[in-house]
């Protein structure tokens, strides 16, 4: 149900935005979050959006230079990450609270209906 796309291999320094589109069914009334799994290491969070957009969380990782924004007239939810860095090499997932009208704030918010990821790669 959700779809990530604008993944790509990058230099040290560029800039990407991912973009994660519902495709069956509205998550507007749902917070959205970004997360993401580099080879041989656990998934990890990265931000939050409430449903609203109003709140946003991000992981100390990447605060500065990644940000979470949504539109819901498009069902959609990005992620720009700007200034990358090899260490931000991981597939990216999209997912979405299990329940409406959440703010979001991780790790209190049970994130379901993942996406099945985009591959972001950043050389040195």
């Known amino acids: 149900q959700l779809v990530e796309s604008g993944g790509g291999l990058v230099q040290a320094g560029d800039s990407l935005r991912l973009s994660c589109v519902a495709s069956?069914?509205?998550?507007?009334?749902?917070?959205m979050a970004w997360f993401r799994q580099a080879p041989g290491k656990e998934r990890e969070f990265v931000a939050t959006?409430?449903?609203?957009?109003?709140?946003?969380y991000y992981a100390d990782s990447v605060k500065g230079r990644f940000t979470i924004s949504r539109d819901n007239a498009k069902n959609s939810v990005y992620l720009q990450m700007n200034s990358l860095k090899p260490e931000d090499t991981a597939v990216y997932y999209c997912?979405?609270?299990?329940?409406?009208?959440?703010?979001?704030?991780?790790?209190?918010?049970?994130?379901?209906?993942w996406g099945q990821g985009t591959q972001v790669t950043v050389s040195s």
């Open positions: 069956e069914r509205s998550f507007s009334g749902y917070a």
């Open positions: 959006i409430s449903w609203s957009g109003g709140s946003t």
């Open positions: 997912a979405a609270d299990r329940s409406p009208y959440g703010s979001g704030r991780y790790p209190t918010t049970d994130f379901g209906s």
